[in-house]
């Protein structure tokens, strides 16, 4: 099962996705335990950021849930296929940051990356729940890198929601189930 989820800024998206990867923990069966991976792409290459990580492991800390985090900023669909199993659910935060990491390293061969990954997202087994941020409801950015990175974020939504079980939009911490 793909649940993809997509929010603005402080939208309560990971929030949101949390509560997702509780349900499917207090859903399972006794004899059928979940393991939960968290899937973190972000690095903390600021203090801003660092933050804002520490915050995330903190709200993650008062979930009761025994997650084994799992730190992949580049290689995500390497991750996917090495802890996703028919027992697992596996939160993913965020896309978004995933793709910047690859787009301030090279896109040269974006295309590929982004392939593996939904072919992989395809045939993967457990319960993959996918956070983004939203980006295309704003005004179109200045910059060519900027630009580049509405774009391929956008595509990327597109072609995941494609595949995807559910699709969920938080507005200011209220979800819209645009899919399934």
Not at 6 to 28: D, H, I, P, T, W
Not at 69 to 98: F, G, M, Q, R
Request: aromatic share 6%; with cysteine.
């Amino acid at each position: 099962m793909i649940h993809l989820v997509l929010g603005g800024a402080r939208s309560g998206k990971s929030r949101f996705a949390e509560s997702q990867v509780l349900q499917c923990v207090n859903g399972a069966e006794a004899d059928l335990a979940k393991n939960c991976f968290y899937f973190a792409t972000a690095q903390a290459l600021d203090a801003e950021m660092h933050e804002r990580i520490q915050h995330h492991q903190s709200q993650r800390e008062i979930d009761g849930i025994a997650w084994q985090t799992i730190e992949c900023p580049l290689e995500l669909t390497k991750a996917l296929e090495t802890y996703s199993t028919t027992n697992s659910v596996i939160l993913v935060d965020c896309l978004t940051l995933w793709l910047t990491n690859h787009l301030m390293q090279s896109m040269d061969d974006w295309e590929q990356v982004k392939t593996r990954l939904l072919k992989t997202l395809s045939c993967v087994p457990g319960e993959v729940i996918l956070v983004s941020n939203e980006v295309g409801c704003g005004i179109v950015p200045m910059g060519e890198l900027s630009r580049r990175f509405v774009d391929e974020a956008g595509w990327l939504h597109q072609d995941i929601a494609a595949i995807a079980d559910k699709v969920t939009l938080v507005t200011a911490g209220l979800p819209q189930h645009l899919k399934g």
